[in-house]
């Protein structure tokens, strides 16, 4: 029998979530604005930022622009360097990550302390295509597209005074609903097999996951999780009460010098954990 959760001494956590789409700006306008972006969504007292769709030259700068501890997990190599990120600049739109790369990172304020290095899980490898491909008849091209961005879950464990808990963060596959619940599923199960079914755990980032359009969210509910955004980008919890959210942020949120930042709104949510 699962022990119940002492609630006497909560911890109020503040979570954003943020694909940031190398930062694009919305319309695109040729320029990134990482560091504004990055500064922005940073700048008031939250807790933990999941970041999707960063560059990964970006990575050894977030602690510095967001004054967080910080936490990358490369999806795709780089290529050609500074070359590269030049090429891409020029139509920033098209190329995306093609020659940038792209990751994930989690950043941590100071309430969360990082207990060990985190650990990376490739969602969609070969072996796992190849069963899903499989049992769903899926086509030899949309094996060949699935397998063409490598989606990764990181998952970090930290502690909230005295409370250890996991903060998993992923960008999953945006073509087939069916796919990104797969990645889900095995997000969730890395997460699980983390920190066990009392542990405080946080889902987040860009899931490719309507609500209305899956009963994923569903069974989450019934293990413990709570209710998802209305959106793709989403912040779940479990073992912890939700308290506020989780909402898209208003267009406003993220308007930086007249241009919005990214074609995707911040998720916020509140959470109190036990500690």
């Not at 694909?19 to 504004?36: C, F, K, M």
């Not at 060990?116 to 899926?138: F, H, I, K, M, W």
């Not at 990214?262 to 916020?268: G, R």
């Amino acid at each position: 029998m699962r022990k119940p959760l002492d609630y006497s001494a909560l911890l109020r956590l503040l979570a954003r979530t943020w694909n940031i789409a190398h930062g694009r700006t919305q319309p695109d306008s040729g320029v990134s604005r990482l560091e504004e972006l990055v500064r922005l969504v940073t700048s008031d007292d939250v807790d933990i930022v999941a970041l999707q769709e960063v560059p990964v030259s970006a990575l050894p700068s977030l602690a510095r622009w967001s004054g967080m501890q910080a936490y990358g997990a490369v999806a795709m190599r780089s290529y050609a360097g500074a070359f590269g990120r030049w090429v891409t600049s020029l139509d920033p739109a098209r190329l995306r990550s093609a020659l940038t790369g792209q990751a994930n990172a989690v950043l941590l304020g100071p309430a969360l302390e990082t207990l060990e290095a985190q650990e990376v899980l490739t969602l969609n490898p070969r072996d796992v295509r190849a069963g899903v491909g499989l049992s769903l008849g899926l086509e030899r091209s949309v094996l060949a597209r699935w397998a063409r961005n490598r989606r990764v879950c990181q998952a970090v464990r930290v502690r909230a005074h005295g409370t250890a808990m996991v903060v998993a963060n992923m960008h999953l596959t945006h073509f087939d609903t069916r796919l990104a619940e797969v990645e889900l599923r095995r997000a969730e199960a890395l997460a699980s097999q983390l920190c066990g079914t009392t542990t405080p755990t946080l889902l987040a980032g860009d899931l490719n996951i309507p609500a209305a359009e899956t009963h994923v969210f569903d069974r989450l509910l019934v293990a413990g999780y709570t209710r998802p955004a209305e959106g793709i980008d989403h912040l779940l919890g479990s073992n912890m009460t939700l308290v506020r959210g989780p909402e898209a942020l208003a267009d406003s949120a993220r308007t930086h010098d007249g241009s919005m930042l990214s074609d995707h709104p911040i998720v916020e949510a509140a959470f109190e954990v036990p500690v």
